[in-house]
Nanobody, 129 residues
Framework: QVQLVESGGGLVQSGGSLRLSCAAS????????MGWFRQAPEKEREFVSA????????DYSTSVTGRFTISRDGAKNTVYLQMNSLKPEDTAIYYC??????????????????????WGQGTQVTVSS
């Protein structure tokens, strides 16, 4: 089992920045993939970004590319999502997720919810215009 706890959400004005954190505990491993997803009101949950603890995976959705940066601190078992130039359309609950399999290969399973077995409770991000 892996436990995930997100923090860092809040209310920010358009153009502002926030940094989300996801602290992982339990059965983490170096090839595990950590992802960020978000769900806006009345919308499906969507992929935002992903990384692997050991490196080799860094991916972003097109809507956040160039504005968001994912990073990790293996010593702290924490993944971060630095969000800059925030827009009202970034308003959503942001979820941290972790895989139980390494998914080594050429495909990009980290884009999809089905690849993740562990989820945090989510943290609310609200961007005002």
């Amino acid at each position: 089992q892996v436990q995930l706890v997100e923090s860092g959400g809040g209310l920010v004005q358009s153009g502002g920045s926030l940094r989300l954190s996801c602290a992982a505990s339990g059965r983490t491993f170096s090839s595990q993939i950590m992802g960020w997803f978000r769900q806006a009101p009345e919308k499906e949950r969507e992929f935002v970004s992903a990384t692997r603890w050991s490196g080799g995976v860094t991916d972003y959705s097109t809507s956040v590319t160039g504005r968001f940066t994912i990073s990790r601190d293996g010593a702290k078992n924490t993944v971060y999502l630095q969000m800059n130039s925030l827009k009202p359309e970034d308003t959503a609950i942001y979820y941290c997720a972790a895989t139980s399999k390494p998914f080594l290969g050429d495909t990009s399973p980290w884009l999809y919810e089905w690849a993740y077995d562990y989820w945090g409770q989510g943290t609310q991000v609200t961007v005002s215009s």
